[in-house]
């Protein structure tokens, strides 16, 4: 799998960015789909996931309420809707799929995803 993230940019706080990842190669369907994101100087953190057929989304406590995951299955996509940017929003997010079946717990470990996706960066000014 393949993947390439795009809708990054500058917006300011409390503005709304959608960010998109397209993937190419079989089977996308069969794969969890995350988000992640990593700031100057910081580790890369998980911000969110959705499992093989939608049905079920997990999210930082970060960004609960403001972000929202969704995918479609038949155009190999997935995207992040990010409403209510803070400052603290600012990183380079970059998608990710893992091949297991999704846990709430194992969804959200940065190093149990297979593929990336380059990252496009996200900056909030205030």
Not at 19 to 30: D, H, M, P, Q, V
Not at 56 to 82: C, E, P
Request: proline share 2%; aromatic share 10%.
């Amino acid at each position: 799998v393949q993947l390439q993230a795009s809708g990054g940019g500058l917006v300011q706080a409390g503005g709304s960015l959608r960010l998109s990842c397209i993937a190419s190669g079989r089977a996308f369907s069969r794969h969890v789909m995350g988000w992640f994101r990593q700031a100057p100087g910081k580790e890369r953190q998980f911000v969110a996931a959705i499992s093989w057929s939608g049905e079920s989304t997990l999210y930082a406590d970060s960004v609960k309420g403001r972000f929202t995951i969704a995918r479609d299955n038949a155009k190999n996509t997935v995207s992040l809707q990010m409403d209510s940017l803070k400052p603290e929003d600012t990183a380079v997010y970059s998608c990710a799929a893992d091949r297991n079946s999704y846990n709430e717990r194992r969804s959200r470990d940065v190093r149990l995803y297979d593929y990336w996706g380059q990252g496009t960066q996200v900056t909030v000014s205030s």
